[in-house]
């Protein structure tokens, strides 16, 4: 249900979405079924003020949610070698996220920006655990943390270079916080992150288009530790063929093999 309308400079949207999630597994081996049935409301709303001609000024808080997927619900053990293992969590629960965000948006001929102040508070957040098994090798499951807070500021910028090029660039820096609670305790960890995206794409006139897209992303605070800093480039080359009537791609995912996970 969405209700929205403009009054004069000012806009505004509210909504409510209704969700029910029907899960049920089961493991023949040792005759288990697990079922995690849950019902949800997911409000929004949106407030926004037109400050001149293409610039607009907005406030909006949603509600969120992100499910486990299959590899983090299925209890198999993965052996990926001799040293690390990992085991999925059939009693996984959902993330929710509400997000709250502040955002000034201006346009011109051939430039967008946009400037977000943002804050979200995830509960049941998905996190990684690691343990030791008989001091030689590790196993890494999943659980529910109670709770990751990131408060930041995130920066996009759109520059139409001309008709066949384009660039876009997108940043944000931000605090981030977990905390949790599992049979050994309570545990807690932070710290800054950051991450910066470059999208390029250009059209050769009648021969091809071609694209690049580079990413860093700065290190996620876990609560063992963290993971480190990541970055790559892949590119893609579109030749259109039969008249329009069909397309020709060639495309390079970590073109200098640089998106190590460690």
């Avoid at 929205?4 to 509210?14: I, K």
Wanted: charged share 20%; net charge neutral.
């Amino acid at each position: 249900l969405i209700l929205g309308g403009n009054n004069g400079r000012w806009g505004y949207q509210a909504g409510l979405r209704a969700e029910y999630t029907d899960t049920e597994s089961y493991q023949p081996r040792i005759d288990s079924v697990h079922v995690n049935n849950y019902f949800d409301l997911f409000p929004s709303a949106f407030l926004s003020y037109e400050l001149a001609e293409n610039t607009i000024l907005q406030a909006s808080y949603s509600r969120r949610i992100s499910r486990p997927n299959m590899w983090r619900l299925m209890p198999f053990l993965n052996a990926q070698d001799l040293l690390n293992m990992r085991l999925g969590n059939p009693y996984l629960q959902p993330q929710y996220t509400d997000n709250y965000e502040l955002s000034f948006d201006k346009m011109w001929e051939e430039f967008f920006f946009t400037a977000s102040l943002f804050h979200r508070n995830a509960k049941n957040t998905f996190t990684r655990v690691y343990q030791l098994f008989e001091d030689r090798s590790s196993v890494v499951t999943w659980q529910n943390a109670d709770n990751r807070q990131s408060t930041g500021l995130e920066l996009v910028n759109q520059w139409f270079v001309n008709r066949t090029t384009d660039l876009s660039l997108t940043t944000s820096i931000y605090h981030n916080r977990i905390s949790g609670e599992d049979e050994n305790g309570r545990y807690s960890n932070s710290r800054m992150s950051w991450t910066l995206n470059l999208m390029g794409n250009t059209r050769i006139s009648n021969w091809f288009s071609f694209q690049v897209i580079a990413n860093y992303r700065g290190p996620i605070v876990l609560p063992q530790g963290s993971i480190d800093p990541r970055y790559s480039v892949n590119i893609g080359f579109r030749r259109e063929v039969l008249n329009r009537n069909g397309t020709i791609s060639l495309s390079v995912s970590d073109l200098f093999r640089t998106r190590n996970f460690t």
